[in-house]
Each structure stands twice: as C-alpha cells, then as structure tokens.
C-alpha cells in the first residue's frame, strides 16, 4: 500500500497484462516528469509500482508477481 504524498491524479492509459505480472501505463505531465527516473517509486490506484520505462509523457510501471497473487 503507498502511504507517500499524492502529488497528481492522471490517466491510466493502459494495462498490459505479461504472464506473472501486469504493465500500468500512465500519462504525466512534464512537471511530474522533471523527477521521475527508472526506479522511483509511483502508486497506481494505491498500489506502489516501480517505474520501468519513460517514453515521452507516457511512464510505465510494473505489478510484481507477489502483488498479482495478493488481488
């Protein structure tokens, strides 16, 4: 559970399911992106996710396998 500080509410673009784990896709701002490096830490509907890829305004981030089997 993310317990940080919200900083924006932005669109979930996408949600690509890969087998053991889901890709969240999500648009941000270039505000948000000024920051934002592989690695770091983003909640998706109050989930932490690690960002895996930034492509644009567009950031990717990845559901482990141990959070998919907690649905």
Do not use: N, W
């Not at 500080?5 to 896709?25: D, E, K, M, N, S």
């Not at 000024?34 to 644009?56: N, Q, R």
């Amino acid at each position: 559970m993310y317990t940080g500080i919200v900083q924006a509410v932005r669109p979930l673009l996408a949600v690509t399911p890969y087998p053991g784990h889901r890709q969240f896709t999500v648009d941000l701002t270039p505000e948000l992106l000024d920051d934002l490096k592989i690695g770091a830490s983003v909640s998706v509907e109050g989930t932490c996710l690690s960002v895996t890829e930034i492509d644009g305004t567009r950031a990717r981030a990845c559901q482990s396998p141990r959070s998919t089997a907690r649905r």
